[in-house]
């Protein structure tokens, strides 16, 4: 595709559950970066990958959460034992390298609601 | 601790009316900064870059390091520029963005 897909756009969990947010980046970008939007708010940093590691996790709020990008393309963001508090939207941003040229091309974003 | 700081949070003119947005930033080496835009639904997008001192839609910030700012300005509105605005700070030589809580320009007709 032309550009940054995450997928659901739309996810209703309950408190508790296991939720997986998906990120496809735009072909040929090596790093990937996801970040958390809440309302009222800017994008919160939670992760970065360069290829298939996570050069940058400093962001994860805990260990309930957990990403990963196993072939350095599509990458995934678990979210273990949903809280009410981790409702936001998720944004899934991919660069096309280690650069300093700060665009970064952003998704629609996954609209996380735990009730 | 790398923190940007938008104080306006709504930020309403006239069509035709100058627009600053205002920006302050806290880091301790040379950072880079941005300005990043969402129209309505639409996705979060790139607008200018210090670095390349460009105008992108008659928008233009200019880094102080003196006072820590990089106001967005613009001489004239259009209703078209009504969007949420977000700055952005990076360290050299690095992509990952802190972003300030972003501000709300409204221009009327």
């Known amino acids: 595709g032309a550009g940054v897909s995450q997928t659901p756009s739309n996810k209703v969990t309950e408190k508790g559950k296991y939720v997986e947010l998906r990120c496809d980046p735009i072909?040929?970008?090596?790093?990937l970066y996801w970040y958390r939007q809440s309302l009222g708010q800017g994008p919160e940093f939670l992760i970065y990958f360069q290829g298939t590691g996570a050069a940058d996790d400093s962001g994860l709020p805990n260990d309930r959460f957990f990403a990963v990008r196993p072939e350095g393309s599509v990458s995934t963001l678990k979210i273990q034992r949903t809280e009410r508090g981790d409702s936001a939207v998720y944004l899934c941003?991919?660069?096309?390298?280690?650069?300093?040229?700060?665009?970064?091309?952003f998704g629609e974003g996954s609209r996380l609601t735990v009730l | 601790a790398q923190r940007v700081t938008q104080p306006e949070k709504l930020l309403s003119v006239f069509k035709g009316a100058p627009v600053e947005l205002k920006c302050n930033y806290s880091?301790?080496?040379?950072?880079?900064l941005f300005w990043y835009v969402q129209y309505s639904r639409q996705r979060l997008q790139l607008l200018l870059r210090?670095?390349s001192r460009e105008s992108i839609k008659g928008f233009t910030a200019d880094l102080n390091k003196g006072e820590t700012s990089f106001h967005l300005k613009k001489p004239f509105a259009q209703e078209e520029d009504s969007a949420m605005y977000y700055c952005?700070?990076?360290?050299?030589?690095?992509?990952?963005?802190?972003f300030g809580t972003g501000t709300r320009l409204q221009v009327f007709p």
């Open positions: 880091y301790s080496g040379s950072p880079e």
């Open positions: 941003a991919s660069a096309q390298g280690a650069g300093n040229t700060g665009e970064l091309f």
């Open positions: 210090h670095i």
């Open positions: 072909s040929g970008h090596t790093a």
């Open positions: 952005a700070l990076s360290r050299l030589n690095t992509d990952k963005l802190i």
